[in-house]
């Protein structure tokens, strides 16, 4: 059974920090690329941040371009993204996304950026 299952959300002030993390199980980890996904409330489903399956090379949202830090660690198969000088607009569920021949999802964790 495949498991992707995000932590790391919650409520953070405007210019602060926080790392999500995905734990996966049930896949050959190294095989897939990650990514970071996010859905804001009435709005569609983005890309925030991918990662190759060496971790060789990543992939940014313009809107999170400097801020943000995705990471992977095969050997623990976990992938995570560090998110700094948060911003109100940065509020929103973020997702864990598996992409290789199979596509998987985590259940999301919000992240609410406010004061």
């Known amino acids: 059974q495949v498991q992707l299952v995000e932590s790391g959300g919650g409520l953070v002030q405007p210019g602060g920090s926080l790392t999500l993390s995905c734990a996966t199980s049930?896949?050959?980890?190294?095989?897939?690329?990650m990514s970071w996904y996010r859905q804001a409330p009435g709005k569609e489903r983005e890309l925030v941040a991918a990662?190759?399956?060496?971790?060789?090379?990543?992939n940014y949202a313009d809107s999170i371009k400097g801020r943000f830090i995705i990471s992977r660690d095969n050997a623990r198969n976990t992938v995570s993204l560090q998110m700094n000088s948060l911003k109100v607009e940065d509020t929103a569920v973020y997702y864990c996304?598996?992409?290789?021949?199979?596509?998987?999802w985590g259940q999301g964790t919000q992240v609410t950026v406010a004061s």
């Open positions: 996304n598996a992409a290789a021949i199979n596509v998987y």
């Open positions: 990662i190759t399956t060496t971790g060789g090379n990543t």
């Open positions: 049930g896949i050959t980890f190294s095989h897939y690329l």
